[in-house]
């Protein structure tokens, strides 16, 4: 191949702008090199084609940079308009972002003026919509494709910060902090890690909801049917599971509770004594009824009571009403028992009245 293409000569003055110029040397200045490369393995006899030839590319292509930094030259978009009433437009083009429009104008003016004349033409009609055609023409301005493109981020593979804990379960994935339900009651809300590949979750624990308030302890008053149980739990200042293990054995069931009679059984399992006849001492008239507010006002500030209203049990302690199931005070009283908790299950206070009582 003979190497004739002096591709450097032809770019340097065909009326671009310099950026372009640049650009198209660049280019050019490369091909020359290509051509160089492909005329000396050809005269090598071509034997050790084509991996010569492809290193041999490989290194020119290495030292292109300058051709590839002269197009970065076109780094502006251009949209033309023109006309006040009626409005043309045309684009978008790239170019450098420093042309001369006034002086392009005066070239692509003189240029047609010049053909004009070469055709002895008597006008010569000047058109702000062929401007654009010519700027291309000149290398000024590129035209440019454009595309619409819908772009979507989609967080796949997830975010998985690294000071995140480890899943136990896949060992691949983290742990995100996640709140479960939120019990407002208690003003509590659940906890967990969740695992950010297989879902598996762990760590559970509870923390107060609104941080200004304290959380309260989940004591069982929250389990269906468990007001039995939870009424002889806290009359007899035990824990929730006790009381529950006790009641089962005398036939509770979760959701559908247990009848008076097993429940007193239950309580005096657990070692409390239970004492009937609470109304009458109180001075309570059964007969013209009763009402949770009347018991509540009547009963002693040193006593424990499990108090009976329709369908459900709640606790009196020294004077608190512990009832979980927010009884209306005008709900009638059907009947009571006071506790006396076994001295083992008391706080020292509370077994020393329990003994002084008996
Ligand atoms: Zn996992």
């Given at each position: ?259 008076d009679a097993a429940g007193i059984s239950a309580a005096l399992a657990l070692g409390a004594e239970v004492t009937n006849g609470v109304l009458e001492e109180l001075g309570l ?52 028992w006071e506790i006396r908790p076994a001295a083992a299950a008391c706080s020292p206070a509370e077994a020393q009245g329990a003994s002084a009582r008996r």
């Amino acid at each position: 191949m003979e190497k004739e293409l002096r591709a450097t000569d032809i770019a340097a003055d065909t009326g671009n702008s310099p950026a372009t110029a640049a650009a198209l040397a660049g280019w050019h200045r490369l091909l020359d090199e290509v051509a160089g490369a492909l005329a000396s393995t050809e005269a090598a006899g071509g034997r050790d084609e084509p991996a010569r030839l492809r290193s041999k590319l490989e290194e020119i292509l290495a030292g292109s940079s300058t051709a590839l930094t002269a197009c970065a030259g076109f780094r502006a978009v251009y949209m033309l308009g023109w006309g006040t009433y009626e409005r043309g437009s045309a684009g978008p083009f790239a170019g450098p972002p420093d042309i001369d429009f006034a002086a392009a104008i005066a070239r692509f003016r003189a240029d047609r003026y010049r053909q004009a004349e070469k055709a002895g033409e008597d006008t010569c009609f000047l058109s702000e919509g062929e401007v654009a055609g010519w700027l291309a023409d000149a290398g000024i301005l590129a035209p440019i494709e454009v595309r619409g493109v819908e772009i979507e981020i989609d967080a796949d593979p997830p975010y998985e910060p690294r000071h995140w804990p480890e899943c136990p379960s896949c060992g691949e994935g983290r742990g995100e902090d996640r709140m479960g339900q939120v019990d407002h009651r208690r003003n509590a809300s659940a906890w967990f890690r969740q695992c950010t590949r297989c879902g598996h979750g762990w760590d559970r624990r509870e923390e107060a909801y609104r941080a200004s308030d304290p959380m309260i302890p989940d004591d069982g008053r929250d389990i269906p049917g468990s007001c039995v149980p939870y009424a002889i739990a806290q009359a007899c200042g035990l824990p929730i599971d006790l009381a529950i293990d006790e009641c089962r054995r005398h036939g509770w069931r979760q959701a559908r509770g247990v009848d008076d009679a097993a429940g007193i059984s239950a309580a005096l399992a657990l070692g409390a004594e239970v004492t009937n006849g609470v109304l009458e001492e109180l001075g309570l008239s059964r007969r013209r009824g009763v009402t949770l507010g009347a018991f509540l006002t009547a009963a002693r500030p040193d006593r424990r009571y499990i108090v009976k209203v329709k369908g459900h049990w709640l606790a009196v302690v020294c004077g608190e009403n512990r009832d979980a199931g927010g009884t209306r005070r005008s709900a009638p009283v059907l009947d009571a028992w006071e506790i006396r908790p076994a001295a083992a299950a008391c706080s020292p206070a509370e077994a020393q009245g329990a003994s002084a009582r008996r």
